[in-house]
């Protein structure tokens, strides 16, 4: 069975992430940023694992 | 403020005025810049996965949590019709713009349509799932589908 999120943490997820998007300072979260983020929310087996993702 | 970055704020900027992607014509007007040096910041923004763009380079098919096509995922907020790119992203309109929002949707098992009321503060309580098929490490082999 795949990963089911419920509603309260996908808006977590989309508040963590996204909240910010039109500001000047934002950026998007690295890896282990990313690995944070989902740990938080209580997202953390290998399936919310980006760590084998790379990008410039 | 360096120019992708710019280029960046520009893009969101107008999906947030607007509900729909813009032209290079469009940022180049409000970065004052030539199209080519706008396309050229678009290809270092999609480099660092800040945008996805179509075939041609120049047409922005996402720029997270905005979709640049119409997708099954709308969201409505302060008059404006959004596409998101995922429920996910449906989510993430009105957390961007700060700002209460209606999300349209259909669920995927049953095809049965779908609204939610987001406030301020998140979405009203809902016993409603997102299946996130493609697991992490793998999401931008194909982002699209993803």
Request: glycine fraction near 6%; proline fraction near 7%; charged fraction near 20%.
């Amino acid at each position: 069975m795949q990963p089911l999120v419920t509603i309260d943490q996908l808006w977590e997820m989309a508040s963590t992430w996204y909240s910010t998007r039109l500001q000047a300072d934002s950026r998007r979260p690295q890896p282990d940023e990313i690995r944070k983020i989902f740990a938080g929310i209580g997202l953390q087996d290998d399936f919310w694992d980006p760590s084998s993702d790379s990008f410039g | 403020m360096d120019f992708d970055t710019q280029v960046k704020l520009a893009i969101y900027h107008h999906f947030a005025e607007t509900g729909c992607g813009p032209s290079p014509e469009d940022i180049a007007s409000r970065v004052t810049a030539g199209v080519d040096q706008v396309l050229a910041s678009y290809a270092r923004l999609r480099a660092e996965r800040v945008l996805v763009l179509e075939h041609d380079g120049a047409t922005i098919r996402m720029a997270p949590p905005f979709s640049g096509v119409p997708t099954q995922h709308s969201v409505e907020a302060a008059g404006i019709e959004y596409y998101a790119n995922c429920a996910w992203d449906a989510l993430g309109i009105p957390a961007a713009l700060q700002s209460p929002g209606i999300v349209y949707s259909r669920c995927e098992q049953s095809g049965d349509p779908l609204q939610l009321e987001v406030g301020i503060d998140g979405p009203k309580s809902s016993d409603w799932c997102f299946h996130c098929l493609v697991p992490a490490s793998q999401w931008w082999q194909d982002i699209v589908f993803t």
